[in-house]
């Protein structure tokens, strides 16, 4: 078992930046891990809360992020406008995995959230990466199932495509 | 006593029968927009028939599109921009009952789409082909009434009339 995961460690090491180690099957892994939790009609409050806890951790951790989310209200979490935006990026991080299967869709999508987040001056690979280790802090609280490797290997695509575009 | 019980009673009804997207309304519409909007590959395809209903109403409208491919809808680029536009929708619809987040949501979407010079029959063309994809997605279980009223609901806030 451990031969294999060191065999499948260098492979990640190995394959070429474009191809970031997350296979098909771990695709296939992360997208069903994340729809068991949205059968409920009330997944919108669970997908507002993890969604606020996610951007009020980031922001504690990295106080610069409060000025950039002050347009949204961050200063009044629990209001209409902050509400509405944690949805929103709760929102975009299910579109991502959702087109997981389909690569090219999911690169034009992913494209598409890079050039957004460019457009906001401040905005830093830094607080991906944040985003990136608080995710991976919070899911396991939150998923009965959940594979760390699948989840890392795809996570780091989805994140550093996103952040692809910002200079600092 | 009678008497008063029995004019709230027709109040009440009144008053319940005016809203046509009430609160029970909107959670038996989330509930069956979760049900079809669905997952994967499958949500996919949901988002693509729904795209091509709209062209097929109003083929003006892949103008609109054309710097996400509009031309083809399988390209990836409108594959992503279509189930951008759907995300969109699914966040209003999931907000419809809390009334401050759906509310800035509303002026949030409204905001994106101000400048588009999008006629409102584009907009009917979408509420259209969603109430013609979503019961071949959901079979029997699915009340157009409440799809058509909660749809509107959404539609009207993005117009902003």
């Known amino acids: ?13 190995v394959a070429s930046d474009s191809q970031f180690c997350c296979s098909a099957e771990d ?19 669970l997908k507002i809360s993890f969604g606020r806890l996610l951007l009020l951790k980031l922001a504690k951790e990295i106080p610069d992020v409060n000025e950039l989310f002050k347009e949204v209200d961050i200063a009044n979490p629990e209001g209409g406008k902050f509400s509405a935006h944690a949805m929103r990026i709760l929102n975009a991080l299910d579109m991502a995995i959702n087109l997981l299967e389909d690569p090219p869709a999911l690169d034009a999508a992913l494209d598409h959230l890079a050039d957004q987040h460019q457009k906001r001056p401040g905005v830093k690979k830094e607080h991906f990466k944040k985003i990136g280790e608080i995710l991976h802090t919070a899911l396991p ?20 495509k996103i952040a692809s575009k910002l200079n600092a | ?5 029995v004019v709230l009673v027709a109040l009440a009804s009144v008053a319940w029968a005016d809203e046509k997207c009430d609160i029970l309304t909107r959670l038996k519409f989330k509930s069956q927009w979760n049900r079809a909007y669905s997952h994967g590959h499958s949500r996919e395809d949901f988002a693509e028939a729904i795209w091509r209903a709209i062209f097929a109403q109003a083929p003006s409208a892949r103008d609109k599109f054309k710097r996400v491919h509009g031309e083809d809808t399988s390209h990836p680029a409108f594959k992503a921009h279509s189930l951008r536009v759907l995300a969109g929708f699914d966040i209003a619809i999931n907000l419809l009952d809390q009334t401050d987040a759906l509310k800035a949501e509303l002026d949030h979407l409204e905001e994106q789409h101000k400048g588009r ?9 979408f509420e259209t082909a969603l109430l013609h ?7 029997r279980c699915w009340d157009k009434e409440a799809w058509k009223e909660c749809t509107e609901l959404i539609i009207h806030g993005i117009e902003g009339h």
């Not at chain 1, 078992?1 to 460690?9: G, K």
């Not at chain 1, 695709?27 to 409050?45: F, G, N, P, Y």
């Not at chain 1, 009965?144 to 290997?153: E, F, G, I, L, V």
Request: glycine share 2%.
């Open chain 2, 117 to 125: 010079n999008i006629p409102d029959n584009y907009f009917d063309a």
């Open chain 1, 27 to 45: 695709r296939h892994i992360v997208e069903e891990q994340w729809d068991t939790l949205w059968h409920d009609t009330e997944s919108s409050k």
């Open chain 2, 133 to 139: 994809v979503a019961p071949a997605q959901l079979g």
């Open chain 1, 141 to 160: 609280h939150v998923l009965d199932d959940y594979n760390a490797m699948s989840w890392k290997s795809c996570f780091k695509g989805i994140l550093s």
């Open chain 1, 1 to 13: 078992m451990l031969r294999v995961l060191v065999l499948l460690a260098t492979a990640c090491l």
């Open chain 2, 1 to 5: 006593m009678k008497f008063l019980i």
